[in-house]
């Protein structure tokens, strides 16, 4: 009885959390590399798979980041051509989530967790 209720409680948990109510945001600025590393991280450790859509705010953005940005599953990048400040960055993010709730992700921490293993 007790498995049988511990199963019940990870169900209940699970059927909690819906991928459609997160969006993972990320904040850059001329950060070219560690940003690669970052996303592919993200992206190799199935981090990306736990949330609707990612946004990744570019200060002074141009094709050549769109392109590269885009590479990356769910990744939409936003931004603005010249360098805003932080407050302008952060408010834009928000603003065009699409979901209720919303995680501030590190443009230069690289995901090491593998949710598969």
């Known amino acids: 009885q ?9 169900n209940t948990a ?5 991928n459609n109510q997160l969006t993972a945001l990320i904040l850059e600025y001329n950060t070219p590399k560690t940003l690669a590393n970052t996303l592919k991280s ?12 990612t946004i990744l705010y570019i200060q002074e953005i141009n094709e050549a ?11 939409r990048p936003i931004g603005s051509v010249v360098n805003t400040k932080l ?3 952060v408010e ?4 065009n989530a699409s979901t209720e709730y919303v995680l501030f992700l590190e443009k230069d ?5 593998n949710s598969t293993s």
Not at 2 to 10: C, L, R, T
Not at 14 to 18: F, I, K, L, R
Not at 109 to 113: A, D, G, P, Y
Request: proline share 0%; no cysteine; hydrophobic share 30%.
């Open 2 to 10: 007790q498995q049988q209720q511990q199963q019940n409680e990870e």
């Open 14 to 18: 699970t059927a909690q959390y819906s």
């Open 42 to 53: 993200y992206q190799k450790n199935g981090l990306l798979d736990y949330v609707n859509e």
């Open 65 to 75: 980041k769109i392109e590269r940005a885009k590479a990356y599953k769910n990744v």
């Open 87 to 89: 407050h302008h960055g």
């Open 92 to 95: 834009a993010l928000v603003h």
């Open 109 to 113: 921490w690289e995901f090491t967790f």
